[in-house]
């Protein structure tokens, strides 16, 4: 007799780590059959986001948002994965024993986070994410869950990103105080640069912003989703003297490249999460650092695991030390996600790779 | 102060002499009095009030906030006021009373008066008021440890710019002035007369030297320069001047200008002749010159005990004249100096102050002969207290700062050894992502056979391409991690050799070795050889044979 309730208690109330499990690529879904971003190759892949530490190409089946692969196709090519299937927002498909619903991330263009459910527990593996405002991107949702997974980029209470408006301003402001200077702003191209273009654009910058020749794909990709980002042009082929004043976008590893050099004595900007730390910036040679970020701040995070009500934390790639202690003083299961291959900021965030895309 | 602060964060990261110097110059035509003179007290290292001790801030971040969240953030940011900074949650009340942040002037005048219980109150007062930046400057401000790359000279520089005046002018009235220089501003904004200086023994900034290279010599005629010893130990300034009163007022200054008189209380009645010498402070015993080591025992005492003036008696070698009686004599040729300092010490007739011998030499053969051995070219017994030879210019005036081509430095070679890392730790600052601090050790005798005990550490001396390549190393080569501490290999054939330059030796109890070593830096990496080839413990003890004794005695 006991055996049978032990035997019905397992059926209906699944360990999570039954339907959800670190392996080597990637987080492994069995009884759905698939991997949620994996680093290799695998038969079926769901992807939250295009960054290309999650959206890898060489996988049997592709699902994600529209925008994802098309974001993937763009970088990768038209045979970028065996077949692909579209799912939008708030779609819910069935996968093997599972059910997968794809909320918005608020992190990049067609960013998701990922609901599994299996029997009567629900998991969301929430990719990267932010819950502060992006006017480039769906906004955040919340999803009530049993477990949550989340991100911990910048677990750390030091990092407290203020408002993305105000940054903007502080370039503004520079651009003005050093009119014969050109303005280099480092950005991650997927997200970040789109999204500093279109907050230069909300505070009436209305002059050209110039873009380094790698940012061009992705940013007329984002124009082509009806995202207004003004008048851009490729600074190839530009005088010199005639980008005095102008502001230019570029991946973080060009701004300390040669390629700089075609700048009249440029002002390094940098837009990222990582900028809040003063030593991050100067070991780039980073004059003016702009803190924002599109990974949640300290206080989105732990907003963020307590308002989804789950009483099971994960937290992966970042400093999940921080945050899982956070977490077990607030009386909530967590554990450190052990998954390779995301971000690993902690050990080489350093330029030129580092500020991938933070 | 956010204002202020909002300076001092944009200065931090601009790396242009020029662009810093137009930060600065717009913040003082900006901002007016008194708060933009704090500012350049700030800037110049001229403010005054006890500074908080970290341990205080700690207490402060302590009480509102998780131990560990607050260890983990330190760990990463790597500095105490930046973290305390980021992470400081405001007291709910300070949001609904929203009183305004205080002004630079209202922290610095508040700081000089409050007493010791009212400090941390006060702070957290100011922490609840001031925002991210504000709150780093304050924390920066109230420790002493603004460290931002803004010299005095800089500051100084920018507000001579205001006022369009040459720097030095403004050196020469700075002993006279303090904060928060009004009649300096008003005399640079043109409303008033220039400031007389005062002060009957002000300091006078120091002139400094150039560490000459290998290929400098070829451009420099010997002709045109004067040696001397490099001694090694303190450079001062002894400065006595009479005051309306025509009583004498004698000084010490370190070369950084700050008053160290009261630590030499036994030299004082030697500076009995109005003047301005420039010269080492030594310990002399039985007319021979200690070794550094021995001049320490001296330094950062709070009681200067008649035991320790008599044990470790100082004494006060000169090389330059600044100042005779009235005249200043700054902008004579160094050779004129020379001689005017060879009669002013003459008539002093002090045991405790004498001449700093030249080292004749006719060519660079015979100065370089003679630096490597200073005992047979008239250093005698004083040889070990020689760490190199100055070269001066025989028509240098004697210039603030480090004007080219004036005064070189020619240090005598470091000891070197082989080493092994063992322990290397994060970097703080700049390099806090780095493993830039490591541990090395060298060879012993162990229980089960030969093991490496731990001699010293080093977090300098490498190149930044150095650097990447050791941090990498670290990165790929740990066997254990204790918190910021990585643990990396070292056996016979696995492990780093690292080429290691120091000053001297010390026996040190504290040290498992026993010894201690002054000045390590990594000179070089000998990724060619293999750990067991390193240097052996026996090797530091001979070196330290010469060298203890004397500390002793």
């Not at chain 1, 049997?60 to 529209?66: D, F, K, N, R």
């Not at chain 2, 070679?413 to 890392?421: F, Q, Y």
């Not at chain 2, 650097?467 to 990498?472: A, K, P, T």
């Not at chain 2, 080839?533 to 044979?545: F, I, N, V």
Request: proline content about 7%.
């Amino acid at each position: 007799m006991t055996r049978r309730i032990d035997g019905a208690a397992y059926m209906t109330e699944m360990r999570p780590q039954d339907i959800l499990l670190p392996t080597a690529a990637g987080l492994c879904c069995k009884p759905g059959g698939f991997h949620i971003d994996p680093v290799r190759p695998v038969e079926r892949a769901v992807i939250t986001h295009g960054h290309s530490d999650h959206a890898r190409a060489g996988h049997g089946a592709v699902l994600a948002t529209q925008e994802t692969l098309d974001m993937m196709r763009l970088r990768y090519g038209e045979n970028f994965a065996g077949s692909t299937q579209v799912i939008s927002y708030g779609e819910e498909i069935r996968l093997g024993d599972v059910k997968v619903k794809f909320h918005p991330a608020g992190h990049v263009l067609g960013s998701a986070q990922i609901a599994v459910t299996c029997k009567d527990t629900c998991i969301v593996a929430s990719g990267d994410y932010k819950d502060a405002p992006d006017p480039t991107c769906t906004p955040f949702e919340l999803v009530p869950c049993d477990v949550f997974i989340t991100e911990a980029t910048f677990g750390l209470p030091v990092f407290r990103h203020g408002d993305a408006a105000d940054e903007v301003k502080k370039l503004l402001a520079s651009v003005a105080l050093f009119p014969e200077r050109a303005h280099l702003v480092g950005a991650y191209s997927l997200g970040k640069a789109q999204r500093v273009m279109k907050l230069l654009r909300l505070a009436g910058y209305d002059a050209p912003i110039y873009l380094h020749g790698a940012m061009e794909k992705i940013t007329y990709y984002y124009q082509s989703r009806g995202i207004e980002l003004g008048e851009l042009r490729p600074v190839a082929g530009m005088k010199k003297a005639a980008l005095a004043g102008t502001i230019t976008l570029a991946p973080p590893s060009a701004t300390s490249d040669i390629w700089a050099r075609r700048f009249p004595d440029p002002v390094t900007a940098f837009a990222s999460g990582w900028m809040r730390v003063r030593a991050r910036a100067r070991q780039g040679g980073i004059e003016l650092p702009l803190v924002i970020s599109d990974h949640a701040d300290w206080d989105g995070l732990t907003a963020t695991i307590a308002a989804t009500g789950a009483g099971e934390i994960w937290v992966t790639h970042g400093q999940e030390d921080a945050l899982v202690h956070w977490c077990k003083s607030r009386g909530l299961r967590a554990q450190p996600l052990d998954l390779v291959g995301y971000g690993d900021e902690e050990e080489s965030e350093t330029p030129p790779q580092g500020e991938a895309e933070a | 102060m956010n204002r202020f602060a909002e300076l001092l964060d944009r200065l931090a990261y601009e790396p242009g002499r020029n662009n810093k110097l137009r930060l600065i110059t717009a913040y003082f035509r900006e901002v007016g009095d008194p708060d933009r003179g704090y500012a350049l007290a700030a800037l110049t290292g001229a403010l005054s009030f006890k500074h908080a001790k970290p341990a205080l801030i700690r207490d402060l971040i302590a009480s509102r906030t998780d131990e560990v969240l607050f260890g983990l953030s330190y760990d990463y940011v790597g500095d105490l006021s930046e973290t305390v900074a980021l992470m400081w949650p405001k007291a709910a009340m300070a949001a609904h009373n929203n009183p305004p942040p205080p002004t630079l002037t209202e922290v610095v005048t508040t700081l000089r008066t409050l007493g010791k219980t009212e400090l941390p109150k006060q702070l957290e007062r100011w922490l609840d008021e001031l925002d991210e930046t504000g709150r780093w400057a304050l924390l920066k401000l109230v420790t002493g440890a603004l460290r931002i790359g803004i010299s005095a000279r800089l500051a100084k520089t920018a507000a001579a710019a205001l006022g369009d005046k040459d720097p030095h002018e403004i050196e020469l009235i700075w002993p006279g002035l303090s904060p928060p220089y009004l009649d300096l501003f008003a005399w640079l904004e043109g409303r008033s007369e220039k400031p007389v200086n005062r002060d009957p023994a002000p300091f006078r900034p120091v002139m400094l030297a150039h560490a000459i290279e290998d290929g400098d010599f070829a451009a420099l005629d010997p002709a045109d320069y004067i040696a001397e010893w490099k001694w090694d130990g303190i450079r001062v300034q002894a400065v006595a001047g009479r005051d309306e009163r025509g009583q004498i007022t004698a000084r010490l200054y370190s070369r950084t200008g700050e008053d160290i008189t009261g630590s030499f209380p036994d030299l004082v009645p030697s500076l009995r002749l109005p003047g301005a010498i420039d010269g080492e402070l030594l310990i002399l015993r039985e007319g021979r010159v200690q070794s550094f080591n021995v001049l320490q025992q001296r330094l950062n005492r709070k009681v200067v005990s008649p035991k320790l003036i008599k044990e470790f008696p100082i004494h006060l070698r000169a090389y330059d004249l600044l100042g005779d009686d009235e005249n200043d004599l700054r902008e004579l040729p160094f050779a004129e100096r020379r001689e005017r300092l060879e009669t002013f010490i003459g008539k002093l007739g002090d045991p405790r102050i004498d001449l700093s011998p030249t080292v004749p030499f006719a060519s660079w053969d015979a100065l370089t002969a003679a630096r490597a051995d200073p005992a047979s070219a008239g250093a005698g017994e004083d040889a070990d207290a020689v760490e190199g030879v100055m070269l001066k210019r025989r028509d240098a005036p004697y210039l603030p700062g480090r004007p080219k081509g004036q005064w070189w430095k020619w240090k005598r070679d470091p000891h070197i050894i082989d080493a092994v890392l063992m322990y290397a730790q994060r970097g703080h600052g700049k390099r806090s992502s780095y493993y830039s601090d490591y541990t090395f050790g060298v060879w012993t005798e162990g229980a089960d056979g030969d093991e490496l005990v731990p001699v010293g550490k080093a977090y300098f001396g490498f190149t930044d391409e150095e650097l990447l390549q050791i941090d990498r190393f670290v990165r790929r080569n740990t066997t254990e991690k204790f918190g910021p501490v990585r643990h990396v290999v070292h056996e016979g054939d696995k492990g780093l050799v690292l080429e290691v330059a120091f000053e001297g030796l010390q026996r040190s109890p504290r040290h498992k070795s026993g010894v201690a070593m002054r000045f390590p830096r990594i000179s070089r990496l000998r990724w060619d050889k293999p750990p067991r080839e390193a240097d052996r413990l026996e090797t530091l003890e001979k070196m330290l044979k010469a060298e203890a004794a004397e500390v002793e005695a």
